[in-house]
């Protein structure tokens, strides 16, 4: 099993909370348009995940109160937020073209859709990234509860430096409002 360490989880959970907002992409057939925020709860194979954010959640709360909020600031604006126990929150903009189609969009150049269907109000998908060393594929699902209510989760393989780890997600999304504010749609 992968054994993760501080320096290296800055660098695999940008790689799965895009994936998991690149997924605004699938699960925004039928949505509204406009500033989502998608609550993720992370298990890790061996728990190396959960080991790390607790690790750096300790760090943060341990800065002293103006270094912390420059990297409260930094994340929010990259629409990031985690809080000791609690889920870790992203949010993403989701235009009214990616609104009507009816297609994964991975939004990032490491990564790509290699998959996709829809059964109803369940969207299907199946993802391969690649970043700074780290290879990750998976795949996942949503469910529409409302056009601003979605429901999924996302199982992830990630290998990095010959060594691999299964991470299961489970998200919770809910429409903010239709103004985006600094957050730019994915394209």
């Known amino acids: ?13 940008p ?11 699938a699960h925004a057939q039928k ?28 760090q943060l709360a341990a800065m002293p109160p103006e270094q912390r909020a420059q990297i409260e600031a930094m994340m929010a604006r990259q629409g990031m937020g ?3 126990g609690k889920p870790n929150t992203v949010r993403s903009c989701i235009s009214p073209e990616m ?3 009816d297609e994964f969009n991975p939004g990032d150049s490491n990564c790509k859709a290699t998959g996709h269907s829809r059964s109803g109000n369940t969207v299907r998908f199946k993802f391969s990234c690649q970043r ?19 429901r999924g989760k996302m199982f ?19 429409w903010l409002g239709k103004e985006c504010g600094d957050l730019k749609p994915i394209k």
Not at 1 to 13: D, K, Q
Not at 15 to 25: E, K, N, R, T, Y
């Open 15 to 25: 790689l799965v909370l895009l994936a998991l907002v690149a997924s605004g992409g």
């Open 99 to 101: 609104a009507a189609r």
């Open 82 to 84: 985690m809080a000791a």
């Open 31 to 58: 949505v509204r348009p406009g500033l989502w925020e998608n609550s993720v709860s992370m298990k890790s194979s061996g728990g190396q995940v959960e080991a790390a954010m607790a690790q750096m959640q300790a």
């Open 132 to 150: 700074e060393g780290t290879t990750a594929d998976g795949e996942g699902e949503f469910t529409l509860v409302s056009e601003t209510e979605t």
């Open 1 to 13: 099993m992968m054994r993760i360490t501080l320096p290296a989880l800055p660098r695999l959970l």
């Open 156 to 174: 992830v393989n990630a290998t990095r430096q010959g060594q691999t780890m299964r991470m299961e997600m489970q998200s919770h999304s809910r």
